[in-house]
Structures are given as C-alpha cells and as structure tokens.
C-alpha cells in the first residue's frame, strides 16, 4: 500500500534538520505534538514515517537520537500489537537503524535511542541481538533490550522481575520457587496481562534513559547503595518496652481506643481488639482472635518467609525509581542531598516523630540521627520492607498500618516524614495528608519528598509506563497544584517548596 507524505510533517521535520542547536527542542516537540501524544499516534503519523527517517538520516550526529525515540513512540503506539500498520512501516527501515547503531560509540545518546526504537521489533530478535553483540553494552541495556525482543511462552512463563533490569536480579532456589508459586495460579489471560505489563515497564525504562541522554547528554550511573545485613527473626523479641513509650499516642484502628503492650500482643483497652507484635513490628492490619491462641505465632512466621525484596529495593530499586520520576539520570539529587534537607527541615515539637512510609529504613536512620531514635516510629504497610528496617534500627518500633488511616490520637506526633512514598499510595494522597494533619501538634513540621510528572510530554509518557504493583494502569505522580490544595484543605502552610529535575521537596507546618 502507497501512502502519500503528510505535508505538515515533511515541512515540520525539515524544520528540525535544519535548525539551530538552541531550537532544535521546540521544532521536536512540534513534530512531536502534529503526529503523536500520550501514547496516541495522530492521523498523519503512517504517511509522516518517510520524513522522520529521513531527518533520522540527515540529522547531525547531535540530533539523530530525536527522531529515533519519535519512531519508537510511534511503533509503539500499537503494542501489543506487533505487525500494525505503523509498526510495520517504522520496521521497514531496520537496516538503517542497525547501520547507524553500528557506527557510533556505545552509550551515546543515539545509541540509547536506537535501543529503545529496537526494542519494539521481537520478530527480527536475532538479528538485532547479533547487531549489538559486540557493542559492549551495559548488562541493565543489553538485559533490557533482550527482555523486550522477547515473546511470551505459556509453558514457561517468567514474570515480574524486569525492574529496573531483569540483570539486577539474581534468585535463588527458594526465590524461584516462591515465583513460580504465584506464577502458576494465573490464568492465561492473567498470564498475557502480566507479560504485556513487564513489556510496557521495559520500554518505560529504556525510553527515559534514551530521551534524557538525548535531550541532556550521557547518563551517569550513581554507584549502588550496599545491602543492609538481614537478621534471624525466628525467635520472639521482647517489644513491650519499645513500644512503651509512644503508647499514649497509639490508638486501635477497630475503635480509636488506647493500646497497652505486652510481648507478643498488643490489646484494645475499649474493644479487647488484639494485635500481634513481633520483632519489633506492631501489626494493625488485621486483629487476632482469643481462638488464634498466640498471635505472634503467625506474624513470626510471616516474617520468617518474606522474600528479599527489602534489600534489593534498598540497593537497586530505588536508586532507579529516582533515576526515572526524578529525572535524575544526570545525579543532580544526590543521596547526600536528601540527607541534608531532612537534617535542615525537619522540626518537631513535643511528641513522638512518624517516618510515615518508611519503607527499608535508609531514611529512617537519618531522621532518627536528627531528633533521636527514642522519638521515632516507623510506618508502612509493606512487611518485607519494615523487616529490613528492623534489622537496620533494632532501637525504632515499627507498625505495620495504613496511611490513609493513620493509627495515632489527635495532636500527638511532634512531626511526620514521608519521604519518598507519597506516590506509593497515589490513590489515598489526599487522605493521607489530611490524616498528617490531625495527627501532629501545632507547630509540628510535615516533611515529604515525591515526584511529580514531568511537563515535557515525552519524558512524562515514559514516566506513567511503569507498571508497579500500586500503579498497574501506570507509575501516577503529582500536579503540583493538586498536592499544594490538598495541604492546604487539611489546613497546613507550605514553609519551603523546590526540587530539580521532577523531584518535589516540601516542608509544611501545623499552624494551629
């Protein structure tokens, strides 16, 4: 089929060509804006293809990579389709893509962008594989670009571990084993769903490191943080003086009632609601029963089978979570630079301080260097991540609980730190923050670290690819304006705002 060059983007590419260095973003971003958005090809975009390969071909090295992540875009419009019109014609020029991967330096901007625009062609695998053999590409590019040239097999499905790379990974027996016994309970669309998810993650990935390198130069990789020792939690930890002293501020979710400790259980003194505590970690998730007998039996064993994915988040998943919501490829945020802005704004009055979403603990252990580990508690709803914590803190109590319905009395935290976990519980935002605020004490400090979705649409389709297990539609971050309203509606003043790049720092005060 002959399609006919659409003149608005023959003019807009040639546009491109031949502008200069300091307009050649706006002239992409109007070739961008005529032939695709959000994740949507326009009308024009098949008969536009010959044009951007030809501005693919006649661009200068410092601009080539542009219209390479503009046809990847466009094929993947389509997915999972892999033989659509547009994919096809985008296809029909692999030997020009091949040819020009093979003629730059590997990790160059427009070698990253050819490996995205690669990425979308699984039929043409071994080919494209043989092509960038010995390029010497970096595991997470090369395990990236290989997940993604790969199909789906019903018999042997392998599913869910590709972030940041499937090469991050490395599973032992028992953690194959704990896969493969999720795995086998999917049904084949369940199965199909999942892959397509992990596909569309991958090409997330691959897609901002290629157009932030494009638009800002190479990325630079930070080092890897080093895993925090695990500890043998088979055995029972006395916790009623831990949780002691933030008992007066603990209250049951069931009923509001006050809480008294004792090793192993926690019990309502209004409802007789009991929870089990083990290992330092206070579960408010669910009561137990009088028929259950211990209720630190079960919890202990939870603990005892929990997989590792405290320690790799800590080491490799966040560092790369930052990398692509913070738009952080160049390290302009440094973990130095988290550091110090919790030492500089955190303010508490009297009360205990909540890390709200603490996750591993990294930086649990710096509010505690602020206000003193005999203040803090840590809070989150994932078990895996407060076990690390607890390994990490053996001084800082943690509960398990959730955000939107923060288990604490009125008025009784001296200050709340989210850091970095904001978006994690995207739906219940804006009653989290409500709930921070009648929590703390007046004058008490609200601290948070989040992301918000990148004003280029380009880097924020790349952004909202990411499947998580919180965002299976896609990674949701913040308007500004939205989270700025909802602090005000639960009535506490923004005192400091910034960031770089995505990132949002905030400190806001209770007033009264």
Same mark, same amino acid.
């Given at each position: ?81 892999? /033989?659509?019109?547009?994919? @096809? ?34 039929? /043409? ?41 499937? @090469? ?6 028992? *953690? ?38 494009? &638009? ?35 209250? &049951? ?47 202990? *064993? ?52 909540? /890390? ?55 008025? @009784? ?53 990411? !499947? ?26 923004? !005192? ?17």
């Amino acid at each position: 089929m002959t399609v006919s060059p659409a003149p608005a983007a023959v003019g807009l590419a040639e546009a491109f060509v031949q502008a200069r260095p300091e307009d050649v973003p706006a002239r992409f971003h109007a070739l961008v804006d005529a032939l695709w958005s959000d994740g949507r090809a326009h009308p024009d975009a098949l008969a536009a293809v010959p044009a951007l390969v030809a501005a693919l071909e006649r661009s200068g090295t410092d601009r080539k990579g542009y219209p390479a992540v503009l046809l990847g875009l466009l094929a993947e419009t389509e997915y999972p389709v892999l /033989d659509g019109p547009l994919g @096809s014609a985008v296809r029909d020029h692999l030997g020009l893509y091949l040819g020009l991967l093979g003629s730059e330096e590997t990790g160059t901007p427009l070698t990253l962008a050819l490996l995205y625009l690669l990425s979308h062609f699984p039929g /043409d695998r071994e080919r494209i594989l043989a092509a960038v053999a010995g390029l010497g590409l970096e595991a997470e590019d090369l395990s990236r670009l290989d997940r993604a040239l790969s199909t789906l097999d019903p018999s042997r499905p392998d599913l869910g571990r590709v972030w940041p790379s499937p @090469s991050a990974w490395t599973l032992n027996a028992d *953690e194959r084993a704990f896969d493969q016994s999720w795995i086998k309970e999917l049904t084949p669309q369940q199965l199909e769903a999942n892959w397509e998810n992990d596909t569309r993650t991958v090409l997330g990935c691959t897609g901002a490191r290629a157009y932030w390198a494009v &638009c800002h130069g190479e990325p630079r990789n930070l080092p890897e943080a080093p895993l925090p020792e695990s500890r043998d939690v088979s055995a029972p930890v006395a916790d009623a003086a831990l949780f002691a002293r933030h008992l007066g501020a603990l209250r &049951c979710p069931a009923c509001r009632g006050s809480l008294a400790s004792h090793d192993g259980v926690a019990r309502c003194a209004d409802c007789a609601a009991r929870y089990p505590v083990a290992g330092g970690i206070l579960d408010l998730t669910a009561p137990a029963t009088e028929q259950q007998g211990d209720a630190s039996a079960d919890f202990l *064993e939870k603990l005892s089978r929990v997989p590792s994915m405290g320690l790799f988040y800590e080491a490799v998943a966040r560092p790369a979570f930052l990398r692509v919501s913070g738009s952080n490829w160049g390290g302009a945020v440094t973990p130095q630079d988290e550091d110090r802005y919790i030492a500089d704004h955190v303010r508490p009055v009297d009360g205990p301080v909540l /890390d709200l979403g603490a996750g591993a603990g990294r930086w649990t252990a710096v509010i505690a260097e602020a206000v003193g580990a005999e203040r803090l508690i840590a809070l989150d709803s994932a078990l895996p991540m407060l076990n690390v914590l607890r390994g990490r803190l053996p001084d800082v109590p943690s509960v398990l609980a959730s955000a939107a319905e923060l288990p604490f009395d009125d008025a @009784s935290l001296g200050a709340v730190v989210c850091w970095n976990a904001l978006q994690a519980f995207y739906a219940d935002a804006g009653a989290a923050i409500a709930e921070v605020s009648r929590v703390l004490r007046p004058g008490g400090t609200f601290t948070l670290m989040t992301f918000r979705r990148s004003d280029d649409p380009v880097y924020g389709y790349f952004q909202s690819a990411h !499947r998580f297990p919180q965002h299976q539609g896609g990674l949701q971050l913040f308007d500004l304006d939205r989270l700025r309203g909802w602090l005000a509606d639960a009535g506490l003043t923004v !005192r400091e705002e910034s960031g770089p790049g995505t990132f949002v720092f905030i400190t806001a005060v209770r007033e009264h």
